[in-house]
Each structure stands twice: as structure tokens, then as C-alpha cells.
Antibody, heavy 123, light 105 residues
Framework: QGQLVESGGGVVQPGRSLRLSCAAS????????MHWVRQAPGKGLEWVAV????????YYVESAKGRFTISRDNSQNTLFLQMDYLRSEDTAIYYC????????????????WGQGTLVTVSS | DIQLTQSPPSLSATVGDRVTITCRAS??????VNWYQQTPGKAPKLLIF???TLQRGVSSRFSGSASGTDFTLTINYVQPEDFATYYCQLIYSPPYTFGQGTRLE
């Protein structure tokens, strides 16, 4: 099911920006729907965003709309999450996730996960 | 958006037990549910998709079912490696809501 490796996490002040990257290998990245899912320390899972294989279809969780931007570079097998106007409640481990679906239908089954990258928003 | 209420928050079991975890949807839904297992410090692992289909490589001790707005994960003959946190998740349309999690201990 391939490998996903996130990077770009760190400590950032409220209101600042951070860009996460996810390098994919071992599967057809350009043919895959990709997601970001996050998990606050000691808390449950929260889906953040999804992008279609060609980048034409994108959805966000309500709290991310207008602040986060998901994108992809299929030539580099890389997924991105640009996070602006960060808040303390955005503190979490961010996972890059591959959807099991082979098309833009029956989405939401996450069959491959990265190890996660920790984002801490604090002054 | 449909909400999922997962119960119980924690569950004590002994090796060999049969345990059941339930997720209740806030309204009737045509969506299905997935189940994930997460051990400390690790990413979640997909166990069951589409309410009752076992993911490849997952033990047949795990099974999923649904009745009305209730979705159930059953683990037969609990093994030491099964002690983890389990999450249900609504699928097919955003925001792919997760349940709050059940810690099996």
C-alpha cells in the first residue's frame, strides 16, 4: 500500500503559517485521492481535507475553510497542506492519508497512513 | 452533519473475551461506517470498511455489523495485540466524521 512520509511540522505562533508536505512512494500517487487527518494530543481523530487525484475537487472541514489549502504535485508525488492564521486549537499530529477508492466515489476509507508530523501552535 | 456517538469510552477485557463497541449515528443514514485500530504512538489502521468488510490482512476475529442507526464492531477471542483504541468513522461524504474512540484495556 506504499509509503507516506510527512514533514514540515514544528512550533509556530498563533496567527502565523506553516506548510506541511507528504512524500508518497510505492503506489500510484497520481491516481489516488489523498487526505489530511489530524489528532490533537491525547484526543480523537479529525478529518481535515481531501483532494482528488487531479486536484480539481477539494473539500475541507468547516474549521479549516478559508485558512488551510490542500494541494498536490503529481510530478513530485507530493501532497501539501498550507496552514495560515493558525490557532492554538490547530495543535495536533497531522497525518497524510491515502484513500482506498480508485476514483472520486465511495470515499473515506483510509488504507495507508504516514507516521504524522506534529504541529504546535503556541506563543 | 451527522454525528457519531461511540460507546463505551473504555472497556476492560481479558484475553479470550468477546467484546462489542457501538457507534450510534445522530440520524438515519445511507452512509456506511469504517473501523480503525490505533496503538499508542502509531497511526491508525483500517480494520473494517463499508460497515462489514474486513480489510485485507486483518484477523477474522474482527467483524462489523449495523442495525438501524447503530454500527457495531465485535472482537472475538481478544488477543494481547488487540488492546488499543478503536474508532468508527462515517464514510462516502465529507466531513468523514469519527467517533470519540473506545480504549480497550
Amino acid at each position: 500500500q506504499g509509503q507516506l512520509v510527512e514533514s514540515g511540522g514544528g512550533v509556530v505562533q498563533p496567527g502565523r503559517s506553516l506548510r506541511l508536505s507528504c512524500a508518497a512512494s510505492g503506489f500510484s500517487f497520481r491516481g489516488s485521492v489523498m487526505h489530511w487527518v489530524r489528532q490533537a494530543p491525547g484526543k480523537g481523530l479529525e478529518w481535515v481535507a481531501v483532494i482528488s487525484h487531479d486536484g480539481q475537487n477539494i473539500y475541507y472541514v468547516e474549521s479549516a475553510k478559508g485558512r488551510f489549502t490542500i494541494s498536490r504535485d503529481n510530478s513530485q508525488n507530493t501532497l501539501f497542506l498550507q496552514m495560515d492564521y493558525l490557532r492554538s486549537e490547530d495543535t495536533a499530529i497531522y497525518y497524510c492519508v491515502k484513500d482506498q477508492s480508485s476514483g472520486w466515489y465511495d470515499l473515506g476509507s483510509f488504507d495507508s497512513w504516514g507516521q504524522g508530523t506534529l504541529v504546535t501552535v503556541s506563543s | 452533519d451527522i454525528q457519531l456517538t461511540q460507546s463505551p469510552p473504555s472497556l476492560s477485557a481479558t484475553v479470550g473475551d468477546r467484546v462489542t463497541i457501538t457507534c450510534r449515528a445522530s440520524q438515519s443514514t445511507a452512509n456506511s461506517v469504517n473501523w480503525y485500530q490505533q496503538t499508542p504512538g502509531k497511526a491508525p489502521k483500517l480494520l473494517i470498511f463499508g460497515t462489514s468488510t474486513l480489510q485485507r490482512g486483518v484477523s477474522s476475529r474482527f467483524s462489523g455489523s449495523a442495525s438501524g442507526t447503530d454500527f457495531t464492531l465485535t472482537i472475538n477471542y481478544v488477543q494481547p495485540e488487540d488492546f488499543a483504541t478503536y474508532y468508527c468513522q462515517l464514510i462516502y461524504s465529507p466531513p468523514y466524521t469519527f467517533g470519540q474512540g473506545t480504549r480497550l484495556e
